[in-house]
Nanobody, 121 residues
Framework: QVQLVESGGGLVQAGGSLRLSCAAS????????MAWYRQAPGKERELVAR???????NFADSVKGRFTISRDNAKNTVYLQMNSLKPEDTAVYYC???????????????WGQGTQVTVSS
């Protein structure tokens, strides 16, 4: 079994910063990619940032230059540093980890429970 535990959400004023963390634990053989998605009320879930085992990263256009994603492979943890936050960044943020639980299994997507980020104007 695999567990993802997120932390770091909260309420912040526009222009402020927050750092989200997501730690994966359990039966993990290898991690391919780690990502953050978000879903605002009435909107579809969207990719915010993603990092692969090879070190490549990609970001939604709306957060480029403001958000950074990093990972600590030793801790199976991914971070999302969010700077210059805007009210439109308000959403529930979900951690996504693509991993294999053994050499016999394919990559599978796991999701965190979500953490609320609210940016006030």
């Amino acid at each position: 079994q695999v567990q993802l535990v997120e932390s770091g959400g909260g309420l912040v004023q526009a222009g402020g910063s927050l750092r989200l963390s997501c730690a994966a634990s359990g039966s993990i053989f290898s991690i391919n990619a780690m990502a953050w998605y978000r879903q605002a009320p009435g909107k579809e879930r969207e990719l915010v940032a993603r990092t692969t085992s090879g070190g490549s990263t990609n970001f939604a256009d709306s957060v480029k230059g403001r958000f950074t994603i990093s990972r600590d492979n030793a801790k199976n943890t991914v971070y999302l540093q969010m700077n210059s936050l805007k009210p439109e960044d308000t959403a529930v943020y979900y951690c996504n980890v693509q991993l294999r639980i053994s050499a016999l299994h394919s990559n599978y997507d796991y999701w965190g429970q979500g953490t609320q980020v609210t940016v006030s104007s």
